[in-house]
């Protein structure tokens, strides 16, 4: 199981990313995937989830903000980023966990599998 988070990058405020989380080993249609974000000196967060059928949850700083998705097809999970604000810089990551119906969680201990981080870097 390997999940590899891409598409960081410095971005000036209200700018937009989007970042990829591409799953090899294992297929995505049975996981729930979360994106998370840690900035430095802060604890790792929750930012958005999708589940099996597609259900989503925001955080609240994000919501209308951010939007994710997910391609079973490229075995791939997606987080758009718009209107991006110097406190969304972190690291972002991405995790997944065996799921059900429409069950995701922003919580980072109910995900088993994480990838690596990708650096967002939001300033002017």
């Known amino acids: 199981v390997q999940l590899q988070a891409s598409g960081g990058g410095l971005v000036q405020p209200g700018g937009s990313l989007r970042l990829s989380c591409a799953a090899s080993?294992?297929?995505?249609?049975?996981?729930?995937i979360g994106w998370f974000r840690q900035a430095p000196g802060k604890e790792r967060e929750g930012v958005s989830c999708?589940?099996?059928?597609?259900?989503?949850i925001d955080a609240g700083s994000v919501k209308g903000r951010f939007t994710i998705s997910r391609d079973n097809a490229k075995n791939t999970a997606y987080l758009q980023m718009n209107s991006l604000k110097p406190e969304d810089t972190a690291v972002y990551y991405c995790?997944?966990?065996?799921?059900?119906?429409?069950?995701?969680?922003?919580?980072?201990?109910?995900?088993?599998?994480w990838g690596q981080g990708t650096l967002v870097t939001v300033s002017s």
């Open positions: 080993g294992f297929t995505l249609d049975y996981y729930a």
């Open positions: 995790a997944t966990v065996p799921g059900s119906g429409s069950y995701c969680s922003l919580m980072t201990e109910r995900y088993a599998y």
């Open positions: 999708i589940s099996i059928n597609n259900s989503t």
